[in-house]
């Protein structure tokens, strides 16, 4: 049989990082398996950038200690291009991300990593879970109540933030307000073109959230309670502590990270499973599954895309040299979609075994919150099939979030039908 010729073009990976595309974007997997086959390392002029697809180059990077986050670390002082300061608009965005563990190097990245490691022990996800299973029941009996659903607005999006509030002690009446200051991170953390205006809100939710926390903070020196932000209080007056700056980025960190990815995976669990009747069908009847379907989910519909490695020495590798100093973006969705690591890689099986996905990354990188997210998503996910059990799509065109980095959908809206019985179901449309 004659191969067919691709249908995309190298033009198509520099447009991917550069805006949101639809036809690139809402429906990756094309996108991907061109990648795989065609272009699984290459390097791209605009933006100046690498980019990897293929599982066992993307998992090599990540766990290689010779790709780095940080530039400085990456070339020798004296071989360091001069860089443009940022604009004054820009500080209070950079004075957040610069003490953001998710871009430092040992040993600041692992200091601060320790820190905070202990709110994610197995010890202390036991504990969250009956909070958690509460606060999904509620949600749900919620949806009941209200008219008109939105799975996104009504579920998904307010469990992840009620948990990680309650993790750090925010008040989860707030909610709206970290709402607003997540998705503006999660616009700036995806890159690419942005309107002129977005600048001035990129600043003005970077100084209101610092606000924010500065206030609680203060608070908690005062009035210590039980919760991570009077612990990391606490650990700013030890040895190797947190500095000022530090404490009021991880906690920034902690509120976006804690929830943008999980509203994504309950989301995202929500809409393959009932695109895959089959599957959800499985899913009820052995409802022991509910960890691999998870795991299936993470890795079909991984919440982040990509993420990025810059490279401290000369690297060989996929038969190409990265030169010391370049970036990478290692693209995590594509590398779950690999055959040569999965087999039917486009194949939706919650019993899938093995399933070494990358969608918490790997390495020292690897995702802090992973068993939080994991298990918010079980808790999730069990919770809307006891309640829901004949939940339904009536309407398969997905509302995806127009987002380079983080897939995940804007809304799913709900209706509610009666059943014979007489009691509520709801139905998605």
Partial sequence: MQKLPPSFEKSDIEAWFRTYSNRLH???????AYLLEHEPLCYLEEPRV??????????RILKDPLFVREYKNAVPKHQQQELPPPSKEWKPVNDLLDNWMLFRDAPTHTRLRRIVSHAFMPQTMERLKPKIRTIAGYLADRMVED??????????????????AELLGVPPEDRELFKNWSHTFAR??????QPAEFAQQAKRAAEDIS?????????????PREDLISELVTAQVQADALTEQELIATCVLMLVAGHETTVNLIGNSVFVLLNHPEQLARLIECPELITSAVEEVLRFESPVRSTTRIASV????????????????????????DPAQFEQPNLFDIGRLPNRHLAFASGSHFCLGAPLARMEGEIALAVLLERFPQLRLADNKPNWRPNILFRGLESMSLKKSRQSDGSDTIQLF
């Avoid at 809402?26 to 991907?32: G, K, V």
């Avoid at 009504?154 to 990680?164: D, N, Q, R």
């Fill in 26 to 32: 809402s429906d990756p997997i094309p996108f991907y």
């Fill in 211 to 223: 606000d924010y926390f500065r206030c609680l903070i203060a608070e908690r020196k005062s009035t």
């Fill in 147 to 164: 008219r008109q659903h939105d799975l996104i607005a009504s579920f998904a999006f307010p469990l992840p933030v009620i948990v990680i």
């Fill in 314 to 337: 000369d690297y060989e590798i996929g038969g190409q040299t990265i030169r010391q100093g370049q970036t990478v973006s290692v693209m995590l969705g594509a590398a779950n979609r």
């Fill in 188 to 193: 700036v953390l995806e890159g690419g073109d």
């Fill in 50 to 59: 690498w980019v990897a697809s293929r599982y066992e180059d993307v998992n």
